[in-house]
């Protein structure tokens, strides 16, 4: 049972255009959610979230937008760069606490120089 | 500042051995995790912690042991080790409770474990 699910495995984008990654919920007790990016041989690190209060969250070139109504949240990337390259996971929970996340499978982003 | 740390970082082990894998926080955070990573199936959390003497299970707890005895430390245990038991490890911590901050977990390295 995938409460939490990332389709596109991979992404690939020219440089300087912009990056759309995509990520769908199933548990509508989720309310609060974040991105993450991870390079090889390292752990994740934590890029953006959002509370269910809002529908969008900017922080510089990312912006994570969620749709309540369609379970549906998107990290946007603009201007994407060549080290933007990394697996993108999104990842769910209830409250803000930080604990039990629960992740997406994760889509792996090529920017293209 | 050291954050998370996991040791070891690489391990082979065979099928029924059984080892620990150790992991420390400096950031004085209430709550501890571990998840699994594997191709195609994201992070899987497989046994957390929300305080010393404190531990439950996630998705993937099965084959799996933990304690926490510290704040700082919060080791996972394999009882006897199984191929699929094959993957990347990551330890998590966050503080706990309301906070000004962003809720968001804190990873180590990773250790990869390869079980023949």
């Known amino acids: 049972d995938q409460q939490v699910k990332q389709n596109s495995p991979s992404l690939s984008v020219q440089e300087g255009r912009i990056s759309i990654l995509n990520c769908d919920y199933t548990?509508?007790?989720?309310?609060?959610f974040l991105w993450y990016k991870k390079y090889p041989a390292e752990g994740p690190t934590f890029l953006i979230s959002?509370?269910?209060?809002?529908d969008k969250n900017e922080d510089g070139r990312f912006t994570v937008f969620l749709n309540k109504s369609a379970k549906h949240l998107s990290l946007h990337i603009v201007p994407s760069q060549p080290g933007d390259s990394a697996v993108y996971f999104c990842?769910?929970?209830?409250?803000?606490?930080?604990?039990?996340?629960?992740f997406g499978e994760g889509t792996q982003l090529t920017v293209n120089p | 500042n050291a954050g998370v740390t996991q040791t070891p970082k690489f391990q082979v082990l065979k099928t029924g051995q059984s080892m620990t894998l150790q992991c420390a926080q400096d950031?004085?955070?209430?709550?501890m995790s571990w998840y699994r990573q594997d191709p195609g199936m994201g992070l899987r959390l497989i046994h957390y912690?929300?305080?010393?003497?404190?531990?439950d299970q996630g998705e993937v707890p099965n084959g799996y042991n933990v304690s926490r005895s510290t704040t700082e430390d919060f080791p996972l245990r394999l009882l006897s080790a199984a191929p699929s038991q094959t993957s990347v490890y990551f330890c998590?911590?966050?503080?706990?409770?309301?906070?000004?901050?962003?809720?968001?977990?804190?990873f180590g390295e990773g250790s990869r474990l390869t079980v023949l």
């Open positions: 998590a911590s966050s503080y706990l409770g309301s906070c000004s901050c962003t809720g968001e977990l804190f």
């Open positions: 548990n509508s007790m989720f309310d609060y």
């Open positions: 959002i509370s269910s209060i809002k």
């Open positions: 990842a769910a929970s209830k409250g803000t606490s930080g604990s039990r996340l629960t």
């Open positions: 950031m004085n955070h209430e709550y």
């Open positions: 912690s929300v305080g010393a003497g404190i531990t």
